[in-house]
């Protein structure tokens, strides 16, 4: 048995490499026979310095390198680009490039959720629903595909608008994929609410009130499962979101059970808004044109993505390469909540209280360099580095 | 001659390689058919003896700071144990190889020793995994134990005797499974917490403690461990089927029904979600314990009517 001589504390490590998370993250469990008394984690085991590389691309280059932070959601990351260089330049999207927009970030959006939703029951040790909601999400996967022609990375915009247009075949075949999964969503809800054993694990689980919530400051899913009225595509729409009644989601009794309940509900939701997308889409162009070279300026664009509010900071020196690219992901808002949620519960329900705000970890983690007066060489050159890491581990097989 | 035939029942049939062979593919069974309820394709019939080869084949990496003649020989006494109890119990229809009074005790500890063992091969260890593991496992065996035995000796009540092969004899043609239900899903939902299936892994849940106990087992320890789960199993179904669903006089009527519990055990495993280990041990004293009393009550007062 291990036991930190200091402490007498028995501390339980999950991650970077364990089965119940498939990104690496490091959190240190400590635990009091199964309750866990103490959470920490430790990020960064993913970090790909690519908001340093984008200031080394020009501006088209950059938003294929920023829609590949998140293998999930890519597409929210490529328009909350593309938006804030428009943005700078002053060129709106045409109104149909904005519909597909839409049309693809919802598309996302039901994958996202699906994918989600599988997770977190196989984390529960429920691997039914995870095998038939991921089955389910191959339906969406193939429309997206038939749609941009990829699974992943759709690379559906460009900066000034769209790359694609929504042909009749493509309305038929998205509309009959969102029948499908809507009739499957419903069986899921059903699971979600009603199936005993499930809300077992999930009923009063990671509660999170509606103060706490704010406190913490989550976003997305999470904060409205929390009762928390924070969505951006109604308090801040984009993209032609005012367009569509977009309703949102909201659930007050903050729990596991309501992380799910809201998520499901959201599919329908998507369901309806693309129902809406494809029912008027406005006729017309697919780009704007915008000039390689963009206004010296900065600006802030803010999507709703399907794990909580994506941030963009854009700075342009006028200049064909962007001078700084900020990109503040969901995950980091949300992971302090994970952290003290956990204590208290039981070991079993830590997996699922991680899992309930869907983290993202590859796109969570920065490099933060704190400036102190006269400690300037914290900084490590490329050489010292790689000299601190060849000591270090010499050190260590000692 | 009679040195022969004890060594042809210990090693070659029916307990040895017969009942290994036999419980390596039933545990093909159940992952094939669990996999079909989940909407998979599941493995090809030979992935449990392709597993296993493997394992025995692998090299065994013993741990810093176990005590390492514990760490090697408690797999040994697992899979000993298993095929000991094999020894009493009708399996492939045949007729026990031996036989005495009370060796239904003895059966139910032999196949508590795999358990054990596993919870005992969890603690023998640094690992905080496994020490975790192994008190779940041992927490288990206790929550369980008490219900499924006592779900075995309903049987034995009616019957009158506590003897396998003379209970299997009454039990022979009646279906027990009509007069007492709670006993025989009792049994059956115990035999799931004995063999840690889901919903009831959390003593292996990989999504918290990686593979529980056995996370610092490899090569032949492990392989050990999990042909001496094969046989258990097979075991577990053969009990079930001998008491409460009308014996297995000849193996073709084995086969059928304990086949028959499996196809129960798979969707069982996937309908539900993991318990927690408190909600494990709430379930089998709260609700197993208590129901199997009361039909034991109900019984003795038939009889003494």
């Not at chain 1, 020009?58 to 990351?77: F, K, P």
């Not at chain 1, 994506?310 to 994970?338: E, H």
């Not at chain 2, 000849?250 to 309908?271: E, M, S």
């Amino acid at each position: 048995m291990v036991m930190e001589e200091d402490q007498k504390k028995f501390v339980i490590p999950i991650g970077p490499q364990h089965p119940a998370l498939k990104e690496p993250a490091h959190f240190e469990l400590t635990v009091d026979g199964e309750t866990v008394t103490g959470a920490t984690a430790r990020l960064g085991y993913a970090h790909r310095g690519i908001e340093k590389a984008v200031e080394s691309k020009n501006y088209t280059q950059a938003l294929y390198m920023l829609e590949r932070v998140c293998g999930i959601c890519s597409h929210v990351h490529a328009t909350a680009y593309a938006i804030g260089v428009e943005q700078l330049q002053d060129v709106t999207a045409p109104p149909r490039a904005q519909a597909i927009r839409v049309l693809v970030a919802e598309m996302e959006r039901i994958h996202s959720h699906l994918l989600w939703l599988g997770v977190a029951a196989h984390e529960a040790g429920f691997d039914t629903l995870f095998m038939f909601t991921w089955r389910d999400r191959e339906t969406i996967m193939d429309a997206l595909e038939a749609l941009t022609g990829n699974r992943v990375h759709y690379s559906a915009n460009v900066i000034g608008g769209v790359k694609f247009d929504v042909t009749p075949e493509h309305v038929t075949s998205i509309l009959r994929a969102v029948d499908f999964l809507e009739e499957r969503t419903n069986h899921y809800m059903d699971i979600v609410n009603n199936d005993a054993v499930f809300l077992q694990r999930t009923r009063g689980i990671g509660v999170m009130p509606k103060e706490k919530a704010e406190i913490l400051g989550v976003t997305g899913p999470t904060a409205r499962a929390s009762g928390v009225t924070r969505d951006l595509r109604i308090d801040a729409p984009y993209s032609g979101y005012d367009n569509y009644t977009t309703e949102m989601i909201l659930d007050d009794r903050g729990d596991l059970e309501a992380r799910f309940a809201v998520r499901v509900r959201e599919l329908f939701e998507a369901y309806r808004i693309i129902r809406e997308v494809l029912d008027n889409l406005p006729p017309g162009d697919l780009t704007a044109r915008i000039k390689r070279r963009i206004n010296e300026a900065e600006t802030v664009s803010r999507i709703e993505a399907p794990r909580g509010e994506l941030f963009y900071f854009v700075r342009s020196n006028g200049s064909d390469q962007p001078d700084r690219v900020k990109v503040r992901t969901p995950t980091i808002c949300n992971m302090a909540s994970v952290l003290s949620l956990a204590v208290g519960h039981q070991l079993a329900d830590v997996p699922m209280i991680l899992v309930g705000v869907d983290p993202c970890f590859s796109c969570n983690d920065r490099m933060i360099r704190v400036k102190r007066s006269g400690h300037d060489h914290e900084l490590f050159t490329w050489d010292q580095l790689r000299r601190y890491g060849i000591e270090y581990y010499q050190r260590k097989v000692r | 001659m009679e040195t022969l035939t004890a060594i042809v029942a210990l090693l070659l049939f029916p307990g040895g390689i017969a009942l290994i062979a036999v419980g390596l593919l039933y545990k093909w069974v159940n992952l094939k058919l669990l996999a079909r309820a989940q909407n998979r394709q599941g493995p090809r019939w030979f992935q449990p003896f392709a597993d296993i080869a493997k394992l025995l084949a692998k090299e065994e990496i013993i741990p810093d700071g176990v005590n390492r003649r514990f760490f090697v020989i408690l797999p040994t006494i697992a899979l000993a144990g298993a095929l000991t109890a094999a020894l009493y119990v009708p399996v492939f229809g045949v007729n026990p190889s031996y036989s005495f009074s009370g060796d239904l005790i003895v059966v139910i500890y032999l196949l508590s020793l795999l358990t054990l063992c596993i919870g005992l091969a969890g603690s023998n260890n640094n690992s905080r995994f496994s020490v975790i593991g192994s008190t779940r496992a041992l927490t288990q065996l206790f929550s369980y134990e008490v219900p499924f035995l006592l779900a075995m000796l309903g049987p034995a009540l009616v019957a009158g005797s506590w003897q396998i092969s003379e209970i299997h004899d009454y039990s022979a043609g009646r279906l027990l499974l009509l007069s007492q239900p709670v006993g025989f899903i009792i049994a059956i939902i115990g035999l799931m917490g004995k063999l840690e299936m889901p919903p009831f892994d959390s003593p292996e849940a990989e999504t918290e403690i990686v593979a529980g106990s056995l996370t610092e087992y490899s090569g032949r320890g492990l392989g050990l461990f999990r042909i001496g789960q094969g046989v258990e199993l097979v075991i577990g179904l053969t009990l079930v089927a001998a008491f409460y669903l009308g014996g297995v006089g000849n193996p073709i009527a084995f086969v059928l029904k304990t086949l028959g519990i499996v196809v129960g055990l798979a969707v069982l495993q996937a309908l539900a979600t993991r318990l927690r280990i408190d909600q494990t041990v709430g379930l089998w004293w709260r609700y197993g314990a208590l129901l199997v009393l009361a039909q034991w009550a109900v019984l003795i007062v038939f009889r003494a009517v």
